[in-house]
């Protein structure tokens, strides 16, 4: 703690400070979405090894019923979002732009949608920690903030390592994104039962939980409920974006740098997202798998934009339907403005990892020209990791992938996105830094 | 049902962008840039917006003939080329004839820019390309100056102005010694340290009231006009500043080793191009370095290049060449002072 820390916000240098557009959903509660007639429930819906389908055509299925079991520990289970007939196990189209087995469950509308009791309960405190973690499995649980990482691979901490610091995220730094600004408001039990969890996973001593100083009615709702011993505490920081990089996070509550192509947990550190904590929090205890989520359903020609709890599966064309979307030409976009994914049709469903779904009409993602670097150097004011975007482009357009990967940092870059938010030549930096991971990945698989 | 004829289009993220667009920073810049040539006008009269029109037209017209002879769209709406003239003439002395004029637009954009490949690519200022040329081409010409607010500038140009093409300009000496007040020599402040030893007053210097090249006479409002820009975040003020802390420094070495003999660091920030050079042709975005400490490294060297030259040198005006040769060691600067990535590991530590 210096004591410049007194004076300021706490923040990390460089970053962007785009628009918010958050007040048009972040006051209201989250509604529940109802169950589309058709549901798809992708078998990859995690980073890692998709999931294994256990049912058949034609068999019925009760919401909660595990209907994929995971693949190894880099996978977690799949449980049913609904009651309903399996139509047929087969390729649909998925969130990132192909077409991936999914099993595809007709909703039953006669019968009920009540999750039958589970034959599991666990109670945390008496459960040891690998325990605790393979229920974490068990429980289909993925993280919630984007990445739909195993929350359980993240929480089997190496013997070598001690986690002095569990961070929790809810900064939500995407413009447009709320929900986990509602999971704060309106889940706080669920949520501070998960943050225990958590700490006896990864045996962390304390917690802090850091939002963006935009959501200081968070801290005031929050604070009456934490431990008075301390261990749990909330944190404010400056409103930019990336701050709910981990990275940054940490750098911004700590002071402290997680190593390039390191993990947080070796400078002692866990961070997971409020919304996964509050799922732990809800379900674990239950023993019941994740089977729905809270995503904000926001951006233009939308009637009833707001946060709704939607099952897994539900397609994009019943969440726009029910949230009344009036338009003709749009971007579809899975995820927040900068760091989203387009989705390629309205029969896409939503899996574990999609937090919103932004519709963004034609005049508001206008395409420019693209234009030479002219090297005005805000790419370099504004990249978070402290890269040469100028130099990288570059190097990109004269393929040069390996130079960018062995001197320009490529690998550190985590695709925020600011760059190209700055640049007047109106590059698509963060492209063609895509593109070269890829090619390069390719290259040393081929090398062997 | 949501409507199965909807268009969706597809592109990555991020979906949205926050930036002034190349055309509108050059726009910017050209706005910036007015004042000081209005006030060049003011000082020198029509033979000064003569030659800023010249020099400016002869930029856009030799980037679109470049535009259009390589079947690209002609981008001189982009107003880069626009920029460079507007310098360019400012850097030159107002006398200077206008045939030469079109002759250092010509170079500035043909051997500065389009030969590199255009907007983005080019490796020198190409105003400061134009004038190195002319320089070496029209020695006499690029250093005669003639004194400002001469009564008649607004409805008679001076001699040299409309000499013709390949003739010899006429000599400026009589017209200056009709028009000068009180024993105007026609030599800069500069020119005056370096052969008469004689040194002008700060404050004429930082207003402006001294001869010298169109658009470099008044440091205050270069800065004024050079904090818009700064202000409308289109000018990089490190660089600005790295240059004039460079001279100072440098300018202070010598002024403290030798006070009879050295001029002091304020008469060297504020005398010549040195202000308009620092505030809008080092900080050429292009030809600069990007890095952090490339931008501190370039701006000192900019500056103590500067004093050495014009204490050294045989030339008066030295800030031209010593930005050439900024730009021309900007890409090992920028090798050598790549930023401090987040999380960096310590070389040592990986091998050991």
């Given at each position: 703690m210096n004591l410049l820390n007194l004076f300021s916000t706490k923040t990390f240098p460089h970053g962007i400070h785009p628009d918010e557009y958050k007040a048009e959903t972040n006051a209201k509660p989250t509604r529940r979405l109802p169950f589309a007639p058709e549901i798809i429930v992708h078998l990859a819906q995690n980073i890692g090894k998709p999931a294994k389908a256990i049912v058949f055509k034609g068999q019925l299925v009760t919401r909660g019923d595990v209907i994929?079991?995971?693949?190894?520990?880099?996978?977690?289970?799949?449980?049913?979002?609904?009651?309903?007939?399996?139509?047929?196990?087969?390729?649909?189209?998925n969130p990132k732009g192909g077409k991936e087995p999914a099993i595809i469950i007709t909703t039953s509308l006669d019968s009920g949608q009540q999750v039958p009791a589970s034959d599991r309960y666990y109670d945390y405190?008496?459960?040891?920690?690998?325990?605790?973690i393979k229920a974490v499995q068990d429980i289909g649980m993925v993280g919630l903030g984007g990445a739909a990482f195993p929350t359980h691979v993240k929480m089997n901490i190496p013997a070598d390592r001690t986690i002095h610091t569990l961070l929790i995220n809810g900064c939500e730094c995407e413009p447009f994104l709320t929900t986990d600004h509602r999971v704060m408001l309106e889940n706080i039990d669920n949520l501070l039962l998960g943050i225990r969890i958590a700490m006896k996973c990864v045996a962390a001593p304390k917690a802090i939980i850091g939002i963006e100083d935009n959501k200081l009615d968070v801290l005031e709702t929050i604070k009456p409920h934490l431990p008075s011993d301390g261990t749990i505490t909330i944190e404010a920081v400056e409103t930019k974006y990336?701050?709910?990089?981990?990275?940054?996070l940490a750098y911004s509550l700590l002071d402290i740098e997680i190593p390039s192509g390191g993990l947080p947990s070796d400078v002692g550190l866990a961070v997971f997202n409020v919304a996964t904590l509050a799922e732990i929090g809800a379900l674990l205890p239950k023993g019941q798998g994740l089977i729905e989520r809270i995503i904000t359903i926001t951006g233009d020609d939308l009637e009833k934009p707001g946060n709704y709890l939607a099952p897994i599966g539900t397609p994009l064309r019943y969440l726009l339907d029910f949230a009344g979307f009036q338009g003709v030409e749009a971007e579809l976009i899975l995820g927040g403005p900068m760091m989203g994914m387009p989705a390629r049709s309205l029969d896409v469903p939503i899996t574990k990892g999609t937090g919103a779904v932004l519709v963004l009409d034609k005049r508001a993602t206008k395409n420019d020209e693209i234009l030479p670097c002219i090297k005005c150097t805000q790419c370099l004011q504004a990249c978070p990791i402290n890269l040469n975007p100028s130099e990288l482009g570059l190097l990109a357009a004269k393929r040069q992938y390996d130079v960018m990967e062995e001197k320009y940092h490529l690998n550190d870059c985590f695709e925020c996105?600011?760059?190209?938010?700055?640049?007047?030549?109106?590059?698509?930096?963060?492209?063609?830094?895509?593109?070269?991971?890829v090619l390069n990945r390719e290259r040393h698989l081929q090398n062997g | 049902m949501a409507k199965s004829d909807l268009k969706i289009d597809i592109r990555t993220s991020p979906?949205?962008?926050?930036?002034?667009?190349?055309?509108?920073?050059?726009?910017?810049?050209?706005?910036?840039?007015l004042p000081l040539a209005a006030y060049s006008v003011y000082q020198f009269g029509i033979s000064a917006l003569a030659l800023l029109l010249v020099t400016t037209l002869s930029c856009m017209a030799t980037e679109h003939f470049f535009c259009w002879m390589s079947d690209k769209k002609s981008t001189i709406l982009d107003a880069s080329a626009a920029v460079s003239g507007l310098l360019l003439a400012?850097?030159?002395?107002?006398?200077?004839?206008?045939?030469?004029?079109?002759?250092?637009?010509?170079t500035a954009i043909a051997m500065g820019k389009t030969l590199f490949g255009g907007l983005g690519f080019n490796v020198f200022n190409p105003a400061l390309v134009g004038r190195a040329f002319v320089q070496?081409?029209?020695?006499?010409?690029?250093?005669?100056?003639?004194?400002?607010?001469?009564?008649?500038?607004?409805?008679?140009?001076?001699?040299?102005?409309?000499?013709?093409?390949?003739?010899?300009?006429?000599?400026?000496?009589?017209?200056?010694?009709?028009?000068?007040?009180?024993?105007?020599?026609?030599?800069?402040?500069?020119?005056?340290?370096?052969?008469?030893?004689?040194?002008?007053?700060?404050?004429?210097?930082?207003?402006?009231?001294?001869?010298?090249?169109?658009?470099?006479?008044?440091?205050?409002?270069?800065?004024?006009?050079?904090?818009?820009?700064?202000?409308?975040?289109?000018?990089?003020?490190?660089?600005?500043?790295?240059?004039?802390?460079?001279?100072?420094?440098?300018?202070?070495?010598?002024?403290?080793?030798?006070?009879?003999?050295?001029?002091?660091?304020?008469?060297?920030?504020?005398?010549?191009?040195?202000?308009?050079?620092?505030?809008?042709?080092?900080?050429?975005?292009?030809?600069?370095?990007?890095?952090?400490?490339?931008?501190?490294?370039?701006?000192?060297?900019?500056?103590?290049?500067?004093?050495?030259?014009?204490?050294?040198?045989?030339?008066?005006?030295a800030v031209m060449y010593a930005i050439l040769f900024g730009n021309a060691a900007t890409p090992i600067i920028e090798t050598y002072t790549q930023p401090r990535i987040y999380g960096a590991r310590k070389k040592a530590k990986e091998k050991s």
């Amino acid at each position: 703690m210096n004591l410049l820390n007194l004076f300021s916000t706490k923040t990390f240098p460089h970053g962007i400070h785009p628009d918010e557009y958050k007040a048009e959903t972040n006051a209201k509660p989250t509604r529940r979405l109802p169950f589309a007639p058709e549901i798809i429930v992708h078998l990859a819906q995690n980073i890692g090894k998709p999931a294994k389908a256990i049912v058949f055509k034609g068999q019925l299925v009760t919401r909660g019923d595990v209907i994929a079991e995971a693949d190894g520990f880099m996978s977690v289970p799949i449980h049913a979002p609904v009651t309903g007939i399996i139509k047929e196990i087969d390729i649909a189209p998925n969130p990132k732009g192909g077409k991936e087995p999914a099993i595809i469950i007709t909703t039953s509308l006669d019968s009920g949608q009540q999750v039958p009791a589970s034959d599991r309960y666990y109670d945390y405190q008496q459960m040891s920690r690998a325990e605790l973690i393979k229920a974490v499995q068990d429980i289909g649980m993925v993280g919630l903030g984007g990445a739909a990482f195993p929350t359980h691979v993240k929480m089997n901490i190496p013997a070598d390592r001690t986690i002095h610091t569990l961070l929790i995220n809810g900064c939500e730094c995407e413009p447009f994104l709320t929900t986990d600004h509602r999971v704060m408001l309106e889940n706080i039990d669920n949520l501070l039962l998960g943050i225990r969890i958590a700490m006896k996973c990864v045996a962390a001593p304390k917690a802090i939980i850091g939002i963006e100083d935009n959501k200081l009615d968070v801290l005031e709702t929050i604070k009456p409920h934490l431990p008075s011993d301390g261990t749990i505490t909330i944190e404010a920081v400056e409103t930019k974006y990336p701050q709910g990089a981990e990275k940054m996070l940490a750098y911004s509550l700590l002071d402290i740098e997680i190593p390039s192509g390191g993990l947080p947990s070796d400078v002692g550190l866990a961070v997971f997202n409020v919304a996964t904590l509050a799922e732990i929090g809800a379900l674990l205890p239950k023993g019941q798998g994740l089977i729905e989520r809270i995503i904000t359903i926001t951006g233009d020609d939308l009637e009833k934009p707001g946060n709704y709890l939607a099952p897994i599966g539900t397609p994009l064309r019943y969440l726009l339907d029910f949230a009344g979307f009036q338009g003709v030409e749009a971007e579809l976009i899975l995820g927040g403005p900068m760091m989203g994914m387009p989705a390629r049709s309205l029969d896409v469903p939503i899996t574990k990892g999609t937090g919103a779904v932004l519709v963004l009409d034609k005049r508001a993602t206008k395409n420019d020209e693209i234009l030479p670097c002219i090297k005005c150097t805000q790419c370099l004011q504004a990249c978070p990791i402290n890269l040469n975007p100028s130099e990288l482009g570059l190097l990109a357009a004269k393929r040069q992938y390996d130079v960018m990967e062995e001197k320009y940092h490529l690998n550190d870059c985590f695709e925020c996105g600011c760059c190209s938010y700055v640049c007047p030549s109106n590059i698509p930096l963060v492209q063609y830094f895509r593109i070269a991971k890829v090619l390069n990945r390719e290259r040393h698989l081929q090398n062997g | 049902m949501a409507k199965s004829d909807l268009k969706i289009d597809i592109r990555t993220s991020p979906y949205i962008r926050k930036a002034p667009s190349v055309a509108q920073i050059m726009r910017n810049v050209v706005y910036a840039l007015l004042p000081l040539a209005a006030y060049s006008v003011y000082q020198f009269g029509i033979s000064a917006l003569a030659l800023l029109l010249v020099t400016t037209l002869s930029c856009m017209a030799t980037e679109h003939f470049f535009c259009w002879m390589s079947d690209k769209k002609s981008t001189i709406l982009d107003a880069s080329a626009a920029v460079s003239g507007l310098l360019l003439a400012m850097t030159l002395p107002p006398g200077f004839p206008l045939w030469m004029g079109a002759v250092a637009g010509f170079t500035a954009i043909a051997m500065g820019k389009t030969l590199f490949g255009g907007l983005g690519f080019n490796v020198f200022n190409p105003a400061l390309v134009g004038r190195a040329f002319v320089q070496a081409a029209f020695p006499v010409s690029i250093t005669t100056w003639t004194p400002a607010l001469a009564v008649d500038r607004f409805v008679e140009f001076i001699p040299s102005t409309l000499a013709l093409p390949f003739m010899k300009p006429a000599a400026t000496a009589d017209w200056t010694a009709q028009v000068a007040i009180d024993g105007f020599s026609g030599a800069t402040p500069l020119a005056l340290m370096k052969f008469q030893g004689i040194m002008t007053d700060s404050y004429d210097l930082f207003i402006g009231n001294v001869t010298g090249s169109a658009g470099e006479t008044s440091s205050l409002l270069i800065l004024v006009c050079g904090l818009y820009l700064v202000y409308k975040k289109m000018l990089d003020w490190r660089i600005p500043a790295a240059v004039i802390f460079g001279t100072v420094i440098s300018a202070e070495l010598f002024y403290f080793l030798d006070p009879n003999k050295y001029p002091s660091p304020t008469f060297m920030v504020f005398s010549g191009g040195l202000m308009f050079a620092a505030v809008f042709m080092a900080s050429d975005m292009v030809a600069s370095p990007v890095t952090p400490l490339g931008i501190f490294v370039f701006g000192v060297l900019v500056g103590f290049l500067t004093v050495i030259i014009r204490l050294f040198g045989g030339l008066t005006e030295a800030v031209m060449y010593a930005i050439l040769f900024g730009n021309a060691a900007t890409p090992i600067i920028e090798t050598y002072t790549q930023p401090r990535i987040y999380g960096a590991r310590k070389k040592a530590k990986e091998k050991s």
